[in-house]
């Protein structure tokens, strides 16, 4: 059959696309709207009735102590989180890509299991694991004379926060790895040999070579662990809930109390709203950035 | 260009759709299917039901629906099971959305709550049609399930907290049998921490998950005379000196008397209960469903039980809880539902399908009970059960309380503070 127009054949492409759309549009699209909607209404689910009040649950969030600390609480887990996801899957990548290391298959299989495992699962095998009776790490950590006695893990204001993070960052480095390890693939042996012949030494080899061809992909990483932390849930509900009182509550534990245990619809909206812009701040930064590079 | 246009028109109807949606909702919780109460040849009823049950009534559900088909051929019954984590927040959104099974079983806790969001439907229709008598249950079944002056939910199980003690420990501190009230319990709980050089704590208090922590403090607050809120539900009373008085002593069986295990921050109640399985405590405060957990870590244990302490010069209260089971508001089959919970809810049926005790007063002394010597005192506490107060806020009140007792427990504010903070909290929402 032959094609009547090309404008026809450039029409039907919309066509082609809209069932995707729709799906989209359907599961993430309206959500999307209506959260926004809802968090300009106030709606608990006792209360069957939107009622209007603009802009007054956003500044009662934003001026009230809990969700300045929920938001303190995020800013802390996010960084350190993805600062150390980030630099241990770093330091690891560059070792594993070391030719010198041997049973490299085994050691990468071994790296990556935290990453596959669910983490609910993870979360709750180290929930006991820090223990304060039952606990395998204060019993090692007693043992090899590091600490005198049991330290309460996620019992304790000062220590709650720092345990989540130390879980997230167990289950994400290994992702930073593999990325990267992928990444440092592509450097071209070539320029490393032109490199040394030149006389560079390890670091400057790094620094002129490996580096800028890694660059792009450490920035994308980065952004990644930076979007994926802001909304990790599973990690602080199961290991503190939030607790001790709000001390490791971050924005999407807020989230879920005031819409689970409050069923204040309109407040968890309106929270959520204030977290999907944090976010889609950072996705934006990294969509630019992605597309950038394919348009150079 | 077309893209765009598309895109922007199926962003505006998204819009609208959110909106009328919103707005939609505002009927809904209405729109419910009474059967009208009266049931004519309820034997010649056809229906299919689906029960929305508990995992733990695994075992006994498929039976008691056997003898519920001799009664009513013609009603076929499908129970789904479901674990207890996450289970009012999935039935709660299944009734608000209408996707529930026709009948569920629930914690008398949840009762207020699906009411209010429209969720279950009001029974008095049919227990003024069909004369039902509810003077058998007990009062604290009743009044739980009673919103607003309406009947919710037909009681099944009753229980209470009692105390679970390790005979052995308390033999060689000297003690034959729990004492009548905390203040001759603390130095019990001391002696036998000191003779184990803290090895072993007296007492597992749980401060590490909402439910489990404000339960056992409102508890003990109970046993001090005092209560959350004053009987109307219009004020809270936890400032008062009874109050402070039980979270005093909350607070200092862990930091001043250190007869609490190091992980209270972490523990709940299943905690506890390993806890003292494995012999690290000498007592805890629970319900008669940890025997058999219990017995399965140890079967040697030596335990007895008791009620909770009370303090002194106070009467004895304790918080009165159960299982119920409620008809989704949206259900077809009304009538069907309504006799599937009478059936569960009869008396010698619902000694059956309680794994505690039975919610009817007639039933207090049947066989089950009174032939085993740890039932019968967990038994007997079921008559100074109050039951919580009947609010839709009742969770978000404990929560506040939970957050306010850790931070009492972590010796940043005192209990004091806390139950006047946690006072003006609660104050704020009723």
Known sequence: ?296 | MKVKKVLSMMLAGACVLGMLSGCGSKDDGGQTQQGGGTIENPEEISAELTLWDASWNENVTPGLIEKFNEKYPNIKVNVEFFPSDGMSDKYLTALTSGSSADLLSVNNEWVSTFATAKGILNLDEYIKANDYDMSDFYDGAREGVTVNGSVYALPYRAETHGMFYNVELFKDAGYDELPDTWEEFVPIAQKITEKSNGEIKGIAIPGGEWGNTSYQLINMILCSGGSILNEDYTECTLDSEEAIRAAQLFVDLYRKYNVVPESIMENDNAAGRTLFGEGKVAAFMSGAYDISAIQGIDPDLKMGTGLVPVFDGAERHTIFAGWSTVISAKTKNPDAAWLLAEFLASPEISVEYSTTFSARKSMADNEKYASDPLLINLSDAIQYGNPLPVIPQLSQIRQIMYEQIQLALSGEITAEEAMKEATAQINEIL
């Open chain 1, 1 to 296: 059959m032959k094609i009547k127009s090309g404008k026809h054949l450039k029409n039907s492409g919309a066509l082609f696309i809209l069932p995707a759309l729709l799906v989209v549009a359907v599961v993430m699209l309206f959500p999307l709207l209506y959260n926004i909607s809802l968090s300009f209404f106030e709606k608990t689910i006792y209360n069957p009735d939107w009622t209007f009040v603009g802009l007054e649950q956003y500044q009662k969030l934003l001026t009230g102590k809990t969700f300045q600390n929920a938001l303190k609480n995020t800013v802390v887990w996010t960084f350190f989180s993805v600062l150390f996801q980030f630099l241990i899957g770093f330091v690891c990548a560059l070792v594993l890509s070391q030719e010198r290391v041997r049973f490299r298959g085994i050691w990468r299989c071994l790296i990556m299991l935290p990453w596959v495992l669910p983490a609910i699962i993870g979360s709750m095998v180290w929930k006991w694991m820090y223990h304060s009776d039952f606990g395998i790490l204060n019993e090692i950590l007693v043992r090899i004379g590091i600490i005198d006695s049991a330290l309460p893990w996620i019992g304790s204001k000062e220590l709650a926060l720092i345990s989540a993070i130390i879980v997230n960052t167990w289950k994400m480095f290994p992702l930073v790895l593999m990325y990267i390890e992928a990444s440092l693939q592509s450097v071209p042996r070539s320029l490393q040999d032109a490199a040394v012949v030149d006389g560079a030494n390890g670091w400057e080899c790094f620094k002129v070579v490996t580096w800028p061809h890694i660059a792009p992909t450490c920035k994308t990483v980065v952004l990644l662990l930076t979007i994926w932390t802001l909304n990790a849930f599973t990690f602080i509900f199961v290991l503190t809930g939030g607790g001790p009182g709000t001390s490791s509550q971050v924005l999407s534990m807020f989230i879920n109390k005031e819409a689970f245990t409050n069923y204040n619809f309109g407040n968890a909206a309106t929270a959520s709203t204030i977290l999907f812009i944090i976010v889609a701040i950072f996705s934006t930064i990294y969509i630019r950035s992605t597309m950038g590079g394919e348009e150079k």
